[in-house]
């Protein structure tokens, strides 16, 4: 009986062992499941996260590589010399506004003055009157003295053209940037002062990254219309006389191979000069019937007709608008393209001008254009005078190679 008994108690212990690892095999199935889902669930921000790391990189290397190239450094020119521009004009326009105020009241003051002094006045004598009038607008003129110094520049009226609207305020900003420096214009407030220091440190390299860029494309587009439609009849001709060089060489090898031959070694050398690859000549006729524009070189005098003209053409606007003399049109161009930048001829300037606005928009295209003009010419020119030092470094036998630089 009790043999039995162990067994059957044997067989039970067997049982729940085996329901109990059943239920183990479960709860950790169901453990493993719940673990797979909360870890599938992390992982999906993960990748979204991932993802969106991916695309904020991606548009961060676009943005770049679009403000670094030619079309964005224009662009960011302009948007910088805008930018500048409003920050200068809500900097610097309430200051010049309080200026002509003050100055207008001064005048009314000094009005009044002589009014008084003359009423006061029991009899009127010349000596005596012209005397204390002299000493009120001698006061008046050493405070107007003053308050030029601080930048008055004459506006009688509020709705006088004021000297920091946003066309002045621009054109301020592209003669900071690009180190011409006018100085008709100026800032008189300390936080416009510093902020021209700091526009003028991240400034002054942008646009010389820009003049670059811009100078090497324009470049390459005029050596492109020179060397296409200037220098189209020079190439046609060359064109021509290359292909008549060559129908003569072709010629004068098809004669030769058809000449009877007497002997094996005649025969032989015939049919080696036949099978001879054609002379340096040749290939180099053949070569020169596609001009490479790149590698056109553009003269000098080309250039300095270029800037002349240009020159001229200023020299001719600015001299109609402001009734100058041609010679101070052509003295304002030369100084402002050469970023000199004197400041005593500046357009607009003048008290009695009209139409300032646009006559101050159109200083500052001609500005830009101009010194992109300068960097295209500058960078033709140091093409054209290191061909030149090439080939004659060639016939003097210091270079081997025409194409060391």
Request: net charge positive; charged share 20%.
């Given at each position: 009986?009790?043999?039995?008994?162990?067994?059957?108690?044997?067989?039970?212990?067997?049982?729940?062992?085996?329901?109990?690892?059943?239920r183990?095999?479960?709860?950790?199935?169901?453990?493993?499941?719940?673990?797979?889902?909360?870890?599938?669930?992390?992982?999906?921000?993960?990748?979204?996260?991932?993802?969106?790391?991916?695309?904020?990189?991606?548009?961060?290397?676009?943005l770049?590589?679009f403000?670094?190239?030619?079309?964005?450094?224009?662009?960011?020119?302009?948007?910088?010399?805008?930018?500048?521009?409003?920050v200068?004009?809500?900097?610097?326009?309430p200051?010049?506004?309080?200026?002509?105020?003050?100055?207008?009241?001064?005048?009314?003051?000094?009005?009044?003055?002589?009014?008084?002094?003359?009423?006061?006045?029991?009899?009127?004598?010349?000596?005596?009157?012209?005397?204390?009038?002299?000493q009120?607008?001698?006061?008046?003129?050493?405070?107007?003295?003053?308050?030029t110094?601080?930048?008055?520049?004459?506006?009688?009226?509020?709705?006088?053209?004021?000297?920091?609207?946003?066309?002045?305020?621009?054109?301020?900003?592209?003669?900071?940037?690009?180190?011409?420096?006018?100085?008709?214009?100026?800032?008189?407030?300390?936080?416009?002062?510093?902020?021209?220091?700091?526009?003028?440190?991240?400034?002054?390299?942008?646009?010389?990254?820009?003049?670059?860029?811009?100078?090497?494309?324009?470049?390459?587009?005029?050596?492109?219309?020179?060397?296409?439609?200037?220098?189209?009849?020079?190439?046609?001709?060359?064109?021509?006389?290359?292909?008549?060089?060559?129908?003569?060489?072709?010629?004068?090898?098809?004669?030769?191979?058809?000449?009877?031959?007497?002997?094996n070694t005649?025969?032989?050398?015939?049919?080696?000069?036949?099978?001879?690859?054609?002379?340096?000549?040749?290939?180099?006729?053949?070569d020169?019937f596609?001009?490479?524009?790149?590698?056109?070189?553009?003269?000098?005098?080309?250039?300095?007709?270029?800037?002349?003209?240009?020159?001229?053409?200023?020299?001719?606007?600015?001299?109609?608008?402001?009734?100058?003399k041609?010679?101070?049109?052509?003295?304002?161009?030369?100084?402002?393209?050469?970023?000199?930048?004197?400041?005593?001829?500046?357009?607009?300037?003048?008290?009695?001008?009209?139409q300032?606005?646009?006559?101050?928009?159109?200083?500052a295209?001609?500005v830009?254009?101009?010194l992109?003009?300068?960097?295209?010419c500058?960078?033709?020119?140091?093409e054209?005078?290191?061909?030149?030092?090439?080939?004659?470094?060639?016939?003097?036998?210091?270079?081997?190679d025409?194409?060391?630089?």
């Amino acid at each position: 009986m009790s043999l039995l008994y162990y067994r059957v108690f044997n067989e039970i212990v067997d049982v729940l062992r085996q329901r109990i690892a059943v239920r183990n095999q479960r709860r950790n199935e169901l453990l493993n499941q719940q673990q797979k889902e909360g870890a599938a669930q992390n992982s999906i921000p993960d990748s979204l996260h991932s993802q969106r790391m991916a695309k904020c990189k991606n548009c961060c290397k676009s943005l770049t590589t679009f403000i670094f190239s030619r079309v964005g450094l224009c662009l960011l020119v302009v948007a910088y010399a805008f930018g500048g521009g409003m920050v200068f004009q809500f900097l610097e326009a309430p200051y010049e506004g309080r200026v002509t105020e003050g100055v207008q009241r001064r005048l009314h003051i000094t009005v009044e003055k002589l009014f008084n002094t003359s009423e006061q006045s029991k009899v009127l004598f010349k000596t005596n009157w012209t005397s204390m009038a002299r000493q009120i607008l001698e006061e008046y003129q050493q405070e107007l003295v003053r308050q030029t110094k601080r930048g008055y520049q004459g506006e009688r009226n509020e709705d006088d053209i004021k000297q920091w609207n946003f066309p002045g305020a621009i054109l301020y900003a592209i003669t900071v940037i690009t180190t011409i420096g006018y100085g008709h214009i100026t800032c008189k407030t300390n936080y416009g002062k510093i902020m021209t220091m700091i526009y003028a440190i991240f400034g002054i390299p942008l646009m010389l990254l820009c003049l670059a860029n811009i100078g090497s494309t324009m470049a390459d587009a005029f050596r492109f219309i020179y060397c296409n439609v200037c220098c189209s009849y020079c190439n046609l001709v060359k064109k021509r006389r290359n292909l008549r060089a060559l129908k003569s060489v072709e010629l004068s090898h098809n004669t030769s191979s058809s000449l009877p031959t007497t002997s094996n070694t005649h025969s032989t050398v015939l049919s080696d000069n036949i099978q001879s690859p054609p002379s340096s000549n040749v290939v180099e006729f053949v070569d020169n019937f596609n001009v490479d524009y790149r590698k056109q070189t553009i003269p000098i005098s080309v250039t300095l007709s270029l800037l002349s003209s240009y020159l001229i053409l200023g020299a001719v606007l600015f001299s109609e608008w402001e009734n100058w003399k041609f010679l101070d049109g052509a003295y304002f161009c030369f100084v402002t393209l050469a970023t000199i930048g004197l400041g005593d001829l500046v357009p607009g300037k003048s008290i009695t001008s009209t139409q300032v606005e646009g006559k101050l928009v159109i200083c500052a295209l001609y500005v830009l254009f101009g010194l992109s003009l300068m960097a295209m010419c500058f960078n033709l020119m140091q093409e054209e005078v290191r061909a030149k030092f090439r080939r004659l470094g060639n016939k003097l036998g210091i270079i081997d190679d025409p194409n060391f630089w």
